[in-house]
C-alpha cells in the first residue's frame, strides 16, 4: 500500500507539465460504452488527473475501435482511445491520413469470437456456414479476415448480421446469431449478465491463435500532437495514472463509472474491469517493465499481419504509427507491484 501512495505523490508531481495559464480544451472519444474497462478513464477524470495536467477533457461514449479513428479524423475529436487495429487498416487504406498512437495501453489484444456450446462450434473452423453478429465498427469484425487466415478458414464461408452494439450479445443469446465478434471484456461479461453461466460460453480469442495484436491504444492526429506536445504527454500521464488507481480501488473506479450511468451492473463492471486488468492491460511484460515499453517488431508484425488480412500491398512502418516521443518521464510509466 504504501508503495501505490509513494507511486501516487509520484505521478502528482507529474501536473507540472501544466500551463500556468488557461487549460487546453479536449474533446476525448471513449471506444465503447459506459463499462468496466471505461471505468479507469473515467476515475482519472473524476478526480482530476487530467486538470492536473493543465488539461479540461470532456469525454465521452464510443460506439466502436472502427468508428473512434473516423470521428477523430473528421475533427469530431481530438483524440480518443480505441483499438489499434481498425486504425492501422485505415492508414493503409488512406496513404494521407496522419492518425497515430503515441501510447498503447494494452500489451495484449482483447479481441475474439465467441458462441454458447449449443450452437456446437468447437473450433474456429466449425465457423464455416455460420452467421456471425457484429457492429461494422467491431474491431473483432474487422480484423475476422486475420483469425480466419491465422485459423485456416475461408473469410467468405461465414455470414455477417449487422447490429447494434446492444443487441450483439442479445442475438447469440436468442438463437438469432451463431457467434459473435468482440473484445472479450465486452463479450463474456455480457453474456454473463444476460444470464448464461460461464461455463456455456466458447471463447476463441484471436491472441491464442497466432494473431498477436496490441490492442487499446490513444489516438489522435500528428497536426493535434505537434499544435499540443504537452496536452498528449498530459493524456498519458493522466491515463497511467487512472489505470494505476483503479487497480488500487477498483470500487472506486466502479462508483465512478456508475455516476455516468445508474444503470450499471456494478458486479459484473468491476469483473469486467479486473479480466482486461489481468488479460490485457497488467501483463506480465507491463509489470516488469512499465508502460510504454514497445516491441517495434511485434507491432510491424501485427500491421503485416493486417497488410495480408485485407490483401494491401502498401507497406506501413511502425515507427509512422506508434511515436513514443510524447511519452512522460519513465517513473511516472512504472507500475506497482
Known amino acids: 500500500m504504501a508503495m501505490f501512495r509513494t507511486l501516487a505523490a509520484a505521478l502528482a508531481l507529474g501536473a507540472a507539465v501544466a500551463s500556468p495559464a488557461r487549460a487546453t480544451d479536449v474533446r476525448f472519444s471513449l471506444d465503447w460504452a459506459f463499462q468496466g474497462p471505461q471505468a479507469p478513464f473515467l ?25 473512434v479513428p473516423v470521428k477523430i479524423a473528421a475533427g469530431a475529436y481530438d483524440v480518443g482511445i480505441a483499438d489499434i487495429n481498425p486504425t492501422i487498416r485505415m492508414r493503409l487504406e488512406n496513404p494521407d491520413s496522419t492518425l497515430f498512437t503515441p501510447f498503447i495501453i494494452y500489451d495484449a489484444t482483447a479481441l475474439a469470437v465467441m458462441t454458447l456450446k449449443r450452437q456446437n462450434i468447437t473450433r474456429p473452423q466449425d465457423l464455416a456456414g455460420k452467421t456471425l453478429a457484429a457492429p461494422e465498427t ?26 447494434s452494439p446492444q443487441l450483439r450479445e442479445t442475438m447469440l443469446v436468442q438463437g438469432q446469431a451463431n457467434a459473435i465478434t468482440g473484445f472479450i471484456t465486452s463479450g463474456i461479461l455480457s453474456l454473463r449478465a444476460a444470464g448464461v453461466p ?14 498477436d495484436l496490441y490492442s487499446t491504444s490513444l489516438l489522435t ?27 488500487r480501488d477498483p470500487a472506486a473506479a466502479i462508483a465512478a463509472l456508475k455516476r455516468r450511468d445508474p444503470l450499471i451492473n456494478e458486479a459484473v463492471e468491476r469483473e469486467r474491469m479486473e479480466l482486461g486488468f489481468t488479460e490485457l492491460t497488467f501483463t506480465p511484460h507491463v509489470l516488469a517493465n512499465g508502460f510504454g515499453k514497445i516491441d517495434m517488431a511485434r507491432l510491424q508484425r501485427s500491421i503485416d499481419i493486417a497488410r495480408e488480412a485485407f490483401n494491401i500491398a502498401r507497406p506501413l512502418n511502425a515507427s509512422d504509427l506508434y511515436d513514443p516521443r510524447y511519452l512522460p518521464e519513465a517513473s511516472l510509466l512504472r507500475v506497482p507491484q
Open 43 to 67: 476515475l482519472a477524470l473524476e478526480r482530476g488527473f487530467f486538470r492536473d495536467q493543465g488539461l479540461n477533457v470532456t469525454m465521452d461514449r464510443g460506439f466502436g475501435s472502427g468508428d
Open 138 to 163: 467491431d474491431a473483432g469484425r474487422q480484423l475476422f479476415p486475420a483469425f480466419a487466415r491465422a485459423v485456416g478458414l475461408d473469410v467468405n464461408a461465414v455470414r455477417w448480421q449487422t447490429v
Open 198 to 211: 460461464a461455463a456455456d460460453i466458447v471463447t476463441f480469442k484471436y491472441g491464442d491463435f497466432g494473431v
Open 221 to 247: 492526429t500528428r497536426r493535434w500532437a505537434e499544435a499540443n506536445p504537452r496536452a498528449v504527454t498530459g493524456l498519458i500521464t493522466a491515463i497511467v495514472r487512472g489505470q494505476i488507481e483503479a487497480r
